[in-house]
Nanobody, 124 residues
Framework: QVQLVESGGGLVQAGGSLRLSCAASGGTFSNYAMGWFRQAPGKERVVVAA????????YYTDSVKGRFTISRDNAKNTVYLQMNSLKPEDSAVYYCAAQDRRSLSIRYSQYNYWGQGTQVTVSS
């Protein structure tokens, strides 16, 4: 069983930056592909970025390409989401998720473990 705890959310002005962290415990961290999802009020949860267990392959949804960077430190059992040039439409609850395989997936249903979420609010 993997436990995930996110941190780093908050309130920031448009154009600003935040770095989200997700600390994992339980299991061998490098065996899990990881993803960041977000959910805005009244909308479904969608993938933002994901990466393989080794961290060598990444995925970004189109709206964050060039602004967000996903990375992981397997020695620290932590995955990060660096968010730059934030926009009001990036406001949402951000969730960290892990899936029981190393290969990358962007499908919500393939993730087995979820954090509690962290709120990101971008003011205009």
């Amino acid at each position: 069983q993997v436990q995930l705890v996110e941190s780093g959310g908050g309130l920031v002005q448009a154009g600003g930056s935040l770095r989200l962290s997700c600390a994992a415990s339980g299991g061998t961290f490098s065996n899990y592909a990881m993803g960041w999802f977000r959910q805005a009020p009244g909308k479904e949860r969608v993938v933002v970025a994901a990466l393989t267990g080794s961290g060598t392959t990444t995925y970004y949804t189109d709206s964050v390409k060039g602004r967000f960077t996903i990375s992981r430190d397997n020695a620290k059992n932590t995955v990060y989401l660096q968010m730059n040039s934030l926009k009001p439409e990036d406001s949402a609850v951000y969730y960290c998720a892990a899936q029981d395989r190393r290969s990358l997936s962007i499908r919500y249903s393939q993730y087995n473990y979820w954090g509690q979420g962290t709120q990101v609010t971008v003011s205009s």
